[in-house]
């Protein structure tokens, strides 16, 4: 599934305002009629989509559910002008980002106040936290339930690794400089890219997290000039400037990381398990050397998970009968159902047990498909000890442009990787002060989380 960053500020700031400046006004033969928005599910995932309405509205007659399916280019658009045209959605398939921005204009309902106390215990812990932010007052709150996830892995090129002399790529960010070192030695190739490109992938803001940064304190302020944090700096600077990363790591995304994977020019790439379909279409000589292994982490072994959610507008005059939907649909039995179309992996443990036995025992009718299987089945392991890295908050994409920005500016030597930092720490707290002036309206901070998934 794809993943994609969205919400400029402006139109974030505007939605919020109307969002949470509307009140349910639906007439009386709209209330038992449920909207419900999801992003690029449809045509192919219709019949899914169609039978579990059919399902929760036999549980519950005389409501209906109208599935509408929104493109992810046009989303934002859309969403803004239902909320003016108070014709809101009443269960919306967020990403985390777009989520949290709304729920700190007040656009979106708390869910404690719908959801039965239980409901947490359907969802993995640490996923089912993923979906706290900070409401308008500062206060954090439920806003979000969890639906799919996708985990990063390791893909790589086993010819490469060989010339280079090794198994397997590196499961430590401690241990790549000697790698990247010797694959360029040894092969003329690159070992891995991670772009530092401002509006494209978090991962390297994830791989801060994962070398021991704490991005923001409680009070939203740089945290990440720290002893960590310049260690971090330095060691991505440091890899640019030996030549041990692409020089288009600065000026092109995450897309250029595939184009070289499949070019045979890079040892390894993080993705998703499904992107082995497409290296097996599009180049089936690297395919045919390409095998799965665990995603680099830090010391504490911790990977990332990407998540998909449902919200809740706070206009919606059915909220608890949109509750009842949104958890539904997410259950272990349906979720399970839908990672097995969708080739994710469910944010239910009841349904990710189940999927892990179904990889593990299942026969595959080719080698292809058996490689996928391999991959699909370390993805789901890769949940043990998987969390958000970087939970979504308000300004986050922000900050990912000012380190991101001030990063570039050390790896093409224009200042040191220390004075790098410390002018990311300026930039984000004047930002943040503008911003969060009263200290009482701040969100909570950005800090990766302590614990592991079960």
């Known amino acids: 599934m794809k993943r994609r960053g969205f919400v400029a500020a402006a139109l974030a700031a505007g939605l919020g305002l109307a969002l949470s400046a509307c009140r349910p006004a639906a007439a009386p033969e709209d209330r038992r009629t449920i909207q419900f928005w999801t992003l690029d ?19 519950n007659p005389g409501y209906r559910v109208v599935w509408t399916d929104v493109p992810w280019g046009s989303v934002e658009r859309k969403l803004l002008a239902a909320v003016f045209a108070r014709t809101a959605p009443d269960v919306v398939n967020l990403n985390p980002l777009f989520a949290a921005n709304l729920a700190s204009k007040g656009g979106l309902l708390p869910l404690e106040r719908v959801l039965p106390a239980q409901a947490p215990q359907g969802y993995l812990p640490l996923i089912w936290r993923a979906g706290r932010s900070a409401g308008p007052d500062g206060e954090p709150a439920q806003f979000a339930i969890p639906w799919y996830l996708t985990a990063r892995i390791t893909l790589a090129n086993t010819q490469l690794l060989r010339q280079a002399g090794y198994d397997a790529p590196p499961r430590t960010w401690a241990q790549v400089p000697a790698y990247a070192e010797a694959v360029k030695r040894r092969t003329g190739r690159y070992a891995l890219f991670v772009t530092v490109v401002p509006d494209d992938s978090a991962e390297l803001l994830e791989t801060l997290v994962q070398m021991g940064v704490t991005l923001l304190d409680g009070r939203q302020r740089a945290a990440f000039n720290s002893p960590a944090g310049r260690r971090a700096f330095a060691f991505w600077t440091d890899l640019y400037r030996r030549g041990l990363l692409p020089r288009e790591v600065v000026s092109q995304g995450y897309r250029r990381a595939i184009e070289l994977y499949q070019s045979g020019e890079l040892a390894q790439v ?38 998909m959610t449902l919200a809740i507008p706070r206009q919606s ?78 300004g986050v994409k922000r900050l990912q442009a000012i380190v991101y920005t ?38 909570a901070g950005i800090r990766p989380e302590a614990g592991r998934k079960p």
């Open 41 to 59: 599910l449809a045509p192919k995932f219709n019949g899914y989509i169609h039978g579990v309405i059919a399902a929760w509205e036999r549980q």
């Open 270 to 307: 993080g993705s998703g398990a499904e992107f082995l379909r497409s290296i097996q279409t599009n180049a089936p000589g690297i395919a045919a050397a390409t095998r799965p292994y665990p995603p680099i982490t830090g010391a504490n072994g911790q990977a990332n998970v990407a998540v």
């Open 317 to 394: 005059p059915v909220a608890a009968k949109a509750a009842s939907f949104a958890l539904f649909l997410t259950n272990g039995t349906n979720q399970l159902q839908f990672a097995e179309q969708a080739k994710v992996l469910p944010s239910s443990p009841q349904a990710l047990g189940r999927l892990r036995a179904q990889l593990g025992a299942a026969t595959p009718d080719t080698p292809q498909e058996g490689l996928v299987q391999r991959a699909r089945l370390l993805s789901a392991d890769t949940l043990g000890r998987a969390t958000v890295l970087v939970p979504a908050s308000p």
């Open 406 to 443: 001030q990063l570039q500016r050390a790896m093409l030597g224009q200042i040191s990787s220390d004075a790098a930092l410390a002018e990311a720490e300026r930039q984000w707290n004047a930002y943040a002060q503008g911003r969060w002036p009263n200290p009482a309206t701040q969100p």
